[in-house]
């Protein structure tokens, strides 16, 4: 939430110690060229792009400091030769780090300040023609913008969580896809 003025010097650093680590395990790390160097949200490309089995969806962030960044990641995903499925467009708004996939046919897709009905509805509609099945819908609280602030998956089927800020009716969806559910207490 910068709460204070970032270091560029130590956030390119620690970026790159973490691009390190992604290269010696044998992943490919790509990069977006042309942001502005006076957006340091930039560097989140979760919220930028949401992959799917068949290509990406270009994101459209809800903060107005952030528009405009979608144009270069579709740019990046262009000369990577990343099909284009869908641009989140008119008033709706979604950020990928909205979404989190569980399996091939389903994924969590939270709503809030971050992700409108109108960008979800174009996300959903899109992931359905792909043979997503089990879309499960969670509200994200006040205070959080994003569902990894509130949920990892650490294995196919287990999900760590923050209990007092995820709904039950999420939880049992989950557990009726054979999920074990871990609670993270803190």
């Not at 560097?43 to 459209?60: H, K, S, W």
């Not at 009905?117 to 205070?143: C, D, H, K, S, Y």
Request: hydrophobic share 40%; with cysteine.
């Amino acid at each position: 939430r910068f709460k204070a003025m970032i270091d560029p010097d130590k956030a390119r650093a620690e970026h790159d110690a973490l691009a390190d680590i992604y290269k010696k395990h044998g992943i490919t790390v790509n990069y977006v060229e042309g942001y502005r160097q006076d957006r340091p949200n930039a560097m989140f490309m979760r919220d930028q792009v949401l992959m799917t089995p068949e290509g990406a969806i270009v994101c459209r962030p809800a903060m107005e400091a952030r528009r405009g960044e979608e144009r270069y990641a579709a740019e990046a995903l262009a000369r990577l030769g990343v099909p284009i499925v869908l641009t989140v467009h008119g008033d709706g708004v979604f950020e990928g780090a909205c979404a989190m996939w569980i399996d091939r046919e389903s994924i969590i897709i939270g709503s809030g300040c971050r992700a409108n009905e109108a960008g979800i509805e174009q996300v959903e509609w899109t992931l359905r023609n792909m043979g997503v099945r089990n879309i499960i819908r969670m509200q994200i609280p006040f205070g959080h913008a994003h569902l990894d602030g509130l949920m990892n998956i650490p294995d196919k089927r287990t999900i760590m969580l923050f209990p007092w800020q995820v709904s039950y009716d999420m939880c049992k969806q989950l557990m009726d896809l054979g999920f074990t559910i871990l609670e993270n207490p803190f």
